[in-house]
């Protein structure tokens, strides 16, 4: 008979027996997954690495959607909307709102577009909004102060008081998307970074309204889109399958540089590991940093200077920096750049309907900076603007003198401008001599003048006083321009009698 510590030591030799057959059934069944897993990445690594068939797919994607990337971002005025790629701009045009309001249609008809422009129909952020002058904001009066007080029109009115900087344009800021990410690969606090931004998005780190981080999430999505990993035949049977594309866009002054990590993952005990991890790199040779550079000066120019015609005057903008010199500043119409403005898109494309009709496009062609062979563009919208006009001073003759009213209008938008940048034409007179006569301060022949005020070609009037004319009397001039809207001035004039 088996004795109890007999049977004790038979049980522990049978439970050790079956703990050592299960941790080798254990370990086989992980070898075999570990083996295959392993074979799986190797047969993986040989189609990238040895084979380099698909690595040169992939990095013909890269390049194919970083260019697309670039000239979309132009095309639109800076921005990527969330119709095309998520996380991006919001895109507030038809159908939330009606085109004008946020966007403006733009269809570039010449071969110099990167796209097949025939067809294509951009919608262009804008880059200049007019100041709502019904809503009385300090440094935007309404007419007839506008654009900064009864005074004479002034290069800089920001002498006149520093609330009337962007007097003609975009209260608090410009719409103009800025062009880095402030912790992106341009950031200026990072010890070490390659080449600063002129313009940088808030520093709370949620915001991505900004010209690099659009481009990224776009690249990012384009470049998986166009890889498709998961259609491959060879992979038709595995687990293989992309990962979390990152992509890392670094703008210098003559290119744009895009680094992509493209995971490519598989499943080992039931989760999903790193098989592969791809690299790749491509570069833009497009001087975005210096024409972003350009457009954010041209707006500031346009929006704070009545004078300044924003494409005859664009080469005397001379405070951009110079190309890898961070402390010193040049001329920011570089060599190869072109500026052209296209009036009333719009109208021409009958997509306005109650906003935008008589809105610009203007845009920046860069002959240096070719995109599959095309120039670069970078559009933007511009919002008409009221003109304005100069201020004129009260009129005092004696009887028998000509009145001589010569009124100067400028028109932000430079439209019905003439060879000496002022508006050519579109002035309206009103009141005494125009819509009434008045004598002994008592008006008569209202509606109808016959004998009051000549006016040539819609700008200069000319009146004779005569005896019954003397006393006060006001005259109204405006000027107006296609849309209809107007500055005005009444003029006070004394007619004096001769008589000593």
């Known amino acids: 008979m088996i004795s109890k510590r007999s049977q004790i030591t038979i049980f522990i030799v049978l439970g050790i027996i079956i703990f050592t057959i299960i941790g080798l059934l254990f370990y086989l069944k992980t070898y075999i997954k570990s083996k295959q897993f392993t074979e799986e990445q190797q047969e993986v690594t040989d189609v990238f690495t040895t084979q380099g068939k698909y690595s040169s797919y992939m990095q013909s994607c890269l390049d194919q959607t970083a260019k697309q990337s670039i000239a979309l971002v132009g095309m639109q005025g800076g921005v990527i909307y969330d119709y095309q790629v998520n996380g991006t701009k919001q895109f507030l045009g038809p159908k939330k709102y009606e085109y004008g309001q946020y966007v403006l249609p733009f269809q570039y008809t010449k071969e110099a577009n990167a796209f097949d422009s025939t067809k294509t129909i951009f919608n262009v952020s804008y880059g200049i909004y007019a100041p709502d002058l019904s809503l009385g904001i300090e440094g935007h009066p309404t007419v007839p102060e506008y654009p900064y007080g009864l005074t004479k029109l002034i290069e800089d009115p920001t002498e006149i008081d520093e609330m009337y900087s962007n007097s003609l344009g975009n209260i608090l800021m410009t719409p103009l998307p800025p062009l880095c990410d402030y912790y992106g690969a341009n950031t200026p606090t990072q010890a070490g970074a390659v080449f600063s931004c002129e313009t940088y998005d808030s520093k709370r780190k949620a915001d991505n309204d900004n010209i690099q981080e659009y481009v990224e999430k776009f690249i990012q999505y384009t470049f998986k889109q166009c890889v498709a990993l998961e259609s491959f035949q060879e992979f038709a049977n595995s687990s293989i399958k992309s990962g979390n594309i990152s992509v890392r866009v670094t703008f210098a002054p003559a290119n744009v540089a895009v680094e992509a990590t493209y995971p490519i993952v598989g499943q080992i005990k039931g989760k999903e590991a790193i098989i592969s991890l791809e690299q790749f790199h491509t570069t833009v040779n497009v001087r975005l940093k210096q024409i972003h550079e350009f457009a954010e000066r041209l707006i500031e120019a346009d929006t704070n200077n009545i004078f300044f015609n924003i494409v005859h005057n664009a080469n005397e903008l001379v405070d951009c920096k110079e190309s890898g010199k961070e402390a010193e ?162 003029i006070n004039i004394e007619v004096l009698s001769g008589s000593t």
């Open 329 to 490: 500043v040049t001329t920011c119409l570089k060599e190869g750049m072109q500026i052209t403005k296209y009036r009333d898109v719009c109208q021409s494309l009958d997509l306005c309907k109650h906003y935008g009709q008589y809105d610009d496009i203007l845009l920046i062609q860069d002959n240096l900076s070719t995109i599959n062979g095309k120039p670069f563009i970078f559009a933007f919208a511009i919002q008409n603007r009221y003109p304005a006009l100069e201020y004129e001073d009260d009129k005092i003759v004696t009887q028998g003198e000509t009145i001589e009213i010569n009124p100067k209008a400028y028109d932000p938008d430079e439209d019905d401008h003439n060879a000496f940048d002022f508006m050519d034409h579109r002035y309206i007179y009103g009141m005494w001599k125009v819509d009434y006569d008045e004598v002994g301060g008592v008006k008569t022949n209202v509606g109808s003048v016959i004998d009051g005020f000549v006016i040539n070609d819609e700008k200069d009037a000319f009146y004779q006083t005569k005896n019954a004319d003397v006393g006060s009397h006001v005259v109204q001039v405006q000027a107006c321009d296609n849309e209809g809207l107007c500055d005005f001035q009444n």
